[in-house]
C-alpha cells in the first residue's frame, strides 16, 4: 500500500518561509514524478512544482523564484521550501507522486496559511 506522509506547514507572516516534507513508503512501482500540488477555497487543485525522473523540474509561473523543490530518491522524499510566501499561496498542499504505470498517489494534505 502506497502512502505519502506529509509534514511542515503552518501559519506565517507574509514574506517568511515554510518547509514542507513528504515521505513515501510501499511503492512496488518505479516513480515517474514527485510534486507538489495546492488548492486554495473555492479553487481547483493546481500544479506547484514538480520533478520528473530523470530530474527535469517545472514550476507554476505563480511561485518562480521563490520555491524550490528537492528530492532524496534513496529515501524517497520529496521536499519543498518556500520562500517570500505571499496570502495568495494561502492553500491546502499536497504531496503527489505519479509511478511507472502512471497512476497517482495523493498525501492527505497539510494546511499552509499566510497572513498578517
Known amino acids: 500500500q502506497v502512502q505519502l506522509v506529509e509534514s511542515g506547514g503552518g501559519s506565517v507572516q507574509p514574506g517568511g518561509s515554510l518547509r514542507l516534507s513528504c515521505a513515501v513508503s510501499g511503492t512496488t512501482f518505479g516513480i515517474n514524478t514527485m510534486g507538489w500540488y495546492r488548492q486554495a477555497p473555492g479553487k481547483q487543485r493546481e500544479l506547484v512544482a514538480v520533478?520528473?525522473?530523470?530530474?527535469?523540474?517545472n514550476y507554476a509561473d505563480s511561485v518562480k523564484g521563490r520555491f524550490t523543490i528537492s528530492r532524496d530518491m534513496a529515501k524517497i522524499t520529496v521536499n519543498l521550501h518556500m520562500n517570500s510566501l505571499r496570502p495568495d499561496d494561502t492553500a491546502v498542499y499536497y504531496c503527489?507522486?505519479?509511478?511507472?504505470?502512471?497512476?497517482?498517489?495523493w498525501g492527505q494534505g497539510t494546511q499552509v496559511t499566510v497572513s498578517s
Open positions: 503527489n507522486i505519479r509511478d511507472a504505470r502512471w497512476v497517482d498517489y
Open positions: 520533478v520528473g525522473s530523470g530530474g527535469k523540474i
